[in-house]
C-alpha cells in the first residue's frame, strides 16, 4: 500500500503571499494612477485658469472703457443740468420755454453694461477653486461685485427714473415747437429745423412759468441725484476694475 503526502499546506502558504504582493502591487499602481491624474487635471486646469485671466483682462478692458465713457457723459450732464436747476432759482416771472429747450437740448441716458461672460464661464465649469492666490480671488470677487452694483445702479435705479418719470416731465411741459429740440436728429442737423421751429417764441407767465420751474425744475433736481449715485458706481467699479487688471497682469507675466 503506497502512502502519498500532498504538500497542501505549504503551497496553500505560498499562494497567500503572492496574492497579498499582487494585491499591493494592485493597490499601489491604482494610487499612482490616481495621484498622476490629479497632478495632470490640475496641470491642465492651471492652463485652462491662465487662459481665463487673460481672456478676463479683455472684459476688464472693456468694462472700463464703458465706464469711462459712462462717467464722462453722465458727469457733462450733471454740469448743465445744475447750472439749469440754478438758473430756476432767479426770480422772474417769465420763462422763454424756447431757449429752455434749446439749450437742454435732446435728454440723454447713459448707463453701463457689465461684460462678465469670462467669470461666467469660470464660475459654470468649477475653475474658480482653482485659483489658489486669496489676494487675486479676493479682488476677482470684489470686481464681480462693484460691475454688478454698477449695472444695478443703471438698470433699476437710473433708467427707471429717466424712463418713467424725466421723459414723460420734459415732454408733458414742452409744446409742439419745443418738442423737437428734443430729437437728436433735429439738434444735431440744424438745418432739418424749418423756420416756424426755429423762430419760435415761447414765453411762459404767471402761474405757468411757475408750473413749469417747480415739475421740470424738480425732476432735473431728482435727475441730478440719480445721475451723481450713479457715477459714484462707476467710479467704484472702475477702481475695482483696475486693481483687478494690475493683479492679473502679473499672475500672466
Not at 185 to 205: G, Q, R
Request: aromatic fraction near 12%.
Amino acid at each position: 500500500m503506497e502512502v502519498h503526502h500532498h504538500p497542501k499546506l505549504n503551497h496553500e502558504k505560498k499562494a497567500w503571499k503572492e496574492y497579498l504582493l499582487e494585491g499591493l502591487m494592485i493597490f499601489l499602481a491604482v494610487t499612482l494612477g490616481f495621484f498622476a491624474e490629479q497632478i495632470r487635471e490640475r496641470h491642465v486646469e492651471k492652463e485652462r485658469l491662465h487662459n481665463y485671466f487673460a481672456s478676463m483682462v479683455l472684459d476688464i478692458q472693456s468694462n472700463v472703457t464703458a465706464l469711462d465713457s459712462a462717467i464722462r457723459e453722465n458727469s457733462a450732464m450733471v454740469t448743465k443740468y445744475d447750472g439749469i436747476v440754478k438758473s430756476f432759482l432767479k426770480s422772474s416771472d417769465t420763462i422763454n420755454r424756447t431757449a429752455f429747450a434749446r439749450q437742454m437740448g435732446a435728454i440723454w441716458y447713459r448707463g453701463f453694461i457689465n461684460r462678465n461672460e469670462t467669470f461666467e464661464q469660470m464660475k459654470s465649469s468649477g475653475s474658480l477653486r482653482y485659483i489658489d492666490d486669496f489676494k487675486l480671488l479676493t479682488a476677482l470677487m470684489q470686481y464681480v461685485r462693484a460691475t454688478n452694483f454698477a449695472q444695478y445702479r443703471t438698470e433699476n435705479f437710473e433708467l427707471k427714473y429717466y424712463t418713467g418719470l424725466f421723459v414723460p416731465t420734459m415732454y408733458k411741459n414742452y409744446d409742439l415747437s419745443c418738442k423737437f429740440f428734443l430729437d437728436s436728429a433735429y439738434t444735431n442737423h440744424p438745418a432739418l429745423i424749418n423756420p416756424i421751429i426755429s423762430n419760435h417764441v415761447d414765453i411762459l407767465k404767471g402761474k405757468d412759468a411757475e408750473n413749469f420751474r417747480q415739475e421740470v425744475g424738480g425732476a432735473l433736481m431728482l435727475r441730478l441725484e440719480r445721475l451723481r449715485v450713479a457715477i459714484a458706481a462707476y467710479r467704484i467699479g472702475k477702481y475695482n476694475c483696475n486693481k483687478l487688471k494690475q493683479l492679473l497682469d502679473e499672475y500672466l507675466e
